[in-house]
């Protein structure tokens, strides 16, 4: 069946180091893949969709790539700020129908000013 | 403004006693979900209906049963709540598969 597997559970950074996450996914069909961020306290919300269409995505200074051969999509920013301190997860759009994503684990990011 | 709201946000039962989550959204989402959220596990998916008295099953829904009588409300029952129960249960609704809007979340605890 359909698959995510997020292998970072954490990743401490400083103020403008660069931020790179890896996901890697299984599916029989064109995948389209996500991007989440959950702020403490709070709940998921979208940040980045990528599908095959477009391979890219890019929304509030983070872009999302996915790369076919190794079957990978990684979401990445320059600089981080205090501000991204989060947990992202990604997540696939399942091939079976329905209405339900797979989620990855998630990775949770500190920040430090 | 897009909304989902869950009641109660904090909640402490014991072992044996029912439990009643509620969720609500004001988008007229036909779509709506239950997930727990443990350390390590991510969001796994409990139920996920597509409208009125239409659930489905998801990932984990042994010990769960959910009612929608209203597009606007879904609930997430625990009868006889379990200790491995504890969790933080969150809700969303969704107009398309890919973004959906999650609530709150609810921390329960079960002693």
């Known amino acids: 069946g359909d698959s995510v597997t997020q292998k970072q559970g954490q990743v401490t950074l400083s103020e403008d180091d660069f931020l790179f996450i890896n996901c890697t996914y299984s599916?029989?069909?064109?995948?389209?893949l996500l991007w989440y961020v959950q702020y403490p306290g709070q709940g998921p919300q979208l940040l980045l969709k990528?599908?095959?269409?477009?391979n890219k995505g890019i929304s509030r200074g983070f872009e999302a790539t996915y790369d076919k051969g190794t079957t990978s999509f990684h979401l990445q920013k320059a600089s981080v700020q205090e501000s991204d301190s989060a947990v992202y997860f990604c997540?696939?759009?399942?091939?079976?129908?329905?209405?339900?994503?797979?989620f990855g684990t998630g990775t949770t990011v500190s920040v430090s000013p | 403004d897009m909304k989902v709201t869950q009641m109660p946000r904090y909640l402490i039962k014991r072992m044996g006693e029912n439990v009643l989550l509620e969720c609500g959204q004001d988008?007229?989402?036909?779509?709506m979900y239950w997930y727990r959220q443990d350390p390590g596990l991510g969001l796994q998916l409990i139920y996920i209906?597509?409208?009125?008295?239409?659930?489905s099953e998801g990932d984990i829904p042994k010990g769960y049963r959910v009612s929608r009588k209203k597009r606007e409300h879904f609930s997430l029952i625990l009868d006889s709540a379990k200790t491995n129960q504890t969790s933080v249960y969150f809700c969303?609704?969704?107009?398309?598969?890919?973004?959906?809007?999650f609530g709150p979340g609810t921390r329960l605890t079960v002693l």
């Open positions: 969303a609704s969704s107009r398309d598969i890919y973004e959906q809007y």
């Open positions: 599916t029989t069909t064109y995948p389209t």
């Open positions: 990528v599908t095959t269409a477009n």
């Open positions: 997540a696939l759009v399942g091939s079976q129908g329905g209405r339900a994503l797979i």
């Open positions: 988008m007229s989402h036909e779509t």
């Open positions: 209906s597509y409208d009125v008295d239409s659930n």
